[in-house]
Nanobody, 123 residues
């Protein structure tokens, strides 16, 4: 099992910055890809940014140039630096860790989710 705990959400004015953190515990050696997702009221959960174990990244078009995802594998921690926040970035942000379905030859859940942290950018 993998436990993910997010922190760093809050309320900022539009144009401000926040940094989210996600600490992973448990079978962290099983984690390959990690990512941040968000869900706004009345909308589906969407991928914000993802990062592979080796460091390659991908971003939603709506956050490119403003958000930066990074991970510290030694500390088992995922980060999301969010700059130039807009009201449309307001959502609950979730940390996700993927295993691929197997770890050390045994089946495990394909992925794990954190509890979410609220980010609100006011206009």
């Amino acid at each position: 099992q993998v436990l993910l705990v997010e922190s760093g959400g809050g309320l900022v004015q539009a144009g401000g910055s926040l940094r989210l953190s996600c600490a992973a515990a448990g079978d962290t050696s099983c984690i390959s890809v990690m990512g941040w997702y968000r869900q706004a009221p009345g909308k589906e959960r969407e991928l914000v940014a993802g990062i592979a174990h080796g460091g390659s990244t991908n971003y939603a078009d709506s956050v490119k140039g403003r958000f930066t995802i990074s991970r510290d594998n030694a500390k088992n921690t995922l980060y999301l630096q969010m700059n130039s926040l807009k009201p449309e970035d307001t959502a609950v942000y979730y940390c996700n860790a993927q295993t691929g379905g197997y770890c050390s030859g045994r089946p495990v859940p394909y992925d794990f989710w954190g509890q979410g942290t609220q980010v609100t950018a006011s206009s």
